[in-house]
């Protein structure tokens, strides 16, 4: 596919929000939509996922429609559909594939089945049409993938190369922070509720451990969070009332320590100048600040609003895919289970 101004329709809905989007040659966003279901799954803590499909079924028509619109787009003006084939909700996943496929068909557009993690990190390229353009990430970078449901660290070499140097194998990132919240009877989403409570709070009040990993560029969260369930149990049986603000601080230090020490020294091992933090977690103040404040490596991290899930990143992600002359069959099949990367 070649041609100026590539322009790619994204869809997301892996998960909790229906998005769509319009970016530019993977790079200028002309529109981005998002509807949230965040409200509805606070009520149960967390998502639930058979509401979360009938929610996308409502609200993923409107929400296409809506991106075109405020691109002051038709269908006819767009050159390929990217849409999130996984890893999500298979029941949420399906409500995007089977709008994107149907759009597909109607107009001849060729698809493509982004994986959601891919997206996450080509967020790092993306910047508001009319705003002054972000500057690009020069290849390679070290990523730092940091979700709800990921903690990785990917070696880029090249566009749509992955080289997965670490992960966990127990709570991701942003999974932990959920956790801590609903510990300490913060609202969900946790991410946010944390790092509001942890304003008010000291980050030294505790000194929680670092996990200690036989390989090198594996995360784990497991012991910290063992070691803050045990901390407010304690002020518990003694009837005390649990520092909250300086709980969450100390928990906020001690994920964005291990997170941004690792991302360092990896970038320092691989000998790579450039460095992507992208995924929900990244929207932390404490980690972005952490990255902002060294002087060693350029830092790459999305505008807040597309730290989390939304479809500018798939269609940027999308558009790699076609300048790459890479379509899928109208036959694909979402998948829940997606690795972006297998270790080397
Ligand atoms: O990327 P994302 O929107 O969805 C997934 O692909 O998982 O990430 C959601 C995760 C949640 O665990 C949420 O608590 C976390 O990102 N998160 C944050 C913040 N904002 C969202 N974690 C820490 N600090 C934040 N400000
Ligand atoms: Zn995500």
């Avoid at 594939?97 to 001849?108: C, E, H, I, Q, R």
């Avoid at 970038?267 to 992208?278: G, P, S, T």
Wanted: glycine share 8%; net charge negative; charged share 20%.
């Amino acid at each position: 596919m070649k041609k100026n101004n590539l322009r790619v329709l994204g869809i997301e809905s892996s998960c909790d929000e229906t998005a769509a989007a319009v970016v530019e040659n993977g790079r200028v966003i002309e529109s981005s939509v998002i509807a949230s279901q965040v409200d509805l799954h606070a009520q149960f803590g967390g998502v639930y996922p058979e509401l979360a499909s009938r929610e996308h079924v409502k609200a993923a028509y409107a929400t296409v429609n809506e991106a075109l619109q405020q691109a002051h787009m038709g269908l006819s003006d767009l050159d390929g559909i990217a849409v999130t084939r996984g890893p999500g909700l298979a029941g949420s996943l399906v409500v995007g594939v089977n709008l994107a496929k149907g759009l597909a068909l109607s107009t001849d557009l060729p698809v493509i089945g982004v994986n959601h993690l891919e997206g996450h990190l080509y967020s790092a390229w993306l910047y508001q049409a009319g705003s002054k353009p972000s500057p690009e990430p020069k290849l390679p970078v070290m990523a730092l993938l940091v979700s709800g449901g990921h903690t990785e660290l990917i070696l880029m070499r090249d566009h749509l190369q992955y080289e997965l140097l670490g992960g966990t194998s127990d709570d991701a990132a942003g999974e932990a922070f959920d956790k801590i919240a609903r510990l300490l009877e913060l609202p969900y989403p946790g991410g946010p509720s944390i790092q509001k409570a942890a304003m008010q709070g000291n980050p030294r009040a505790f000194n929680f451990p670092k996990a200690r990993l036989s390989e090198p560029w594996d995360f784990s969260f497991s012991g910290l969070k063992t070691a803050v369930l045990r901390a407010v149990e304690e002020f518990k049986a003694t009837n005390k009332p649990v520092p909250t603000a300086d709980v969450a601080a100390s928990f906020q230090a001690a994920v964005v320590g291990a997170l941004f020490e690792k991302t360092i020294a990896a970038a320092r091992e691989f000998k790579v100048r450039e460095i992507v933090v992208a995924g929900g977690v990244s929207a932390n103040k404490a980690l972005r600040e952490a990255f902002r404040s060294q002087t060693e490596f350029r830092v790459h991290i999305p505008h807040f609003s597309l730290c989390t899930d939304n479809a500018a990143m798939i269609a940027a992600a999308g558009f790699r895919h076609f300048i790459a002359d890479e379509t899928s069959s109208l036959d694909f099949d979402v998948q829940a289970n997606w690795p972006l990367a297998v270790s080397a």
